[in-house]
């Protein structure tokens, strides 16, 4: 189960979004199959500092090198497919530190292609039906 949760007016509110999030996954009996998503770092920090020490948490913003994701205590980066493209030699970094890499938003078969052959862990899409037809081929 993936669950963006959005940016926020104030950090106040994203820490009082975050704990109740984290409670009511927890209330379920969710969270070993959760991963959080977030653009907003606090958030990301907020979710790490709620949520149990397991928990995977992406990080969407983009321009965090995997290294600093790692040390801040995230699992995923997830971003952009115009960036990682950019940056195609951070997949490799990002796997040596044991973190996950998702890329979005994946919309054409062209960039299905190149997401599969770099070794993207999962892609986001607007056309699931596109990126299972370039996956299983």
């Given at each position: 189960i993936y669950i963006e949760i959005k940016e926020h007016a104030?950090?106040?509110l994203e820490s009082e979004v975050a704990q109740k999030v984290v409670a009511a996954?927890?209330?379920y009996q969710l969270q070993d199959n959760v991963t959080y998503l977030s653009f907003s770092q606090h958030l990301c920090n907020e979710l790490r500092r709620y949520a149990p020490s397991s928990t995977a948490i992406a990080y969407l913003g983009s321009?965090?090198?995997?290294?600093l994701v790692e040390r801040l205590g995230y699992t995923d980066?997830?971003?952009r497919v115009k960036t990682l493209k950019r940056r195609s030699r951070w997949?490799?970094?990002?796997?040596?530190l044991?973190?996950?890499v998702g890329v979005w938003t994946v919309n054409s078969v062209d960039d299905a292609?190149?997401?599969r052959s770099q070794g993207v862990d999962y892609i986001i899409t607007d056309d699931p039906m596109l990126v299972e037809s370039v996956v299983n081929n």
């Amino acid at each position: 189960i993936y669950i963006e949760i959005k940016e926020h007016a104030t950090s106040r509110l994203e820490s009082e979004v975050a704990q109740k999030v984290v409670a009511a996954v927890s209330e379920y009996q969710l969270q070993d199959n959760v991963t959080y998503l977030s653009f907003s770092q606090h958030l990301c920090n907020e979710l790490r500092r709620y949520a149990p020490s397991s928990t995977a948490i992406a990080y969407l913003g983009s321009n965090l090198a995997p290294r600093l994701v790692e040390r801040l205590g995230y699992t995923d980066i997830c971003y952009r497919v115009k960036t990682l493209k950019r940056r195609s030699r951070w997949i490799a970094k990002a796997h040596g530190l044991g973190l996950r890499v998702g890329v979005w938003t994946v919309n054409s078969v062209d960039d299905a292609r190149w997401a599969r052959s770099q070794g993207v862990d999962y892609i986001i899409t607007d056309d699931p039906m596109l990126v299972e037809s370039v996956v299983n081929n």
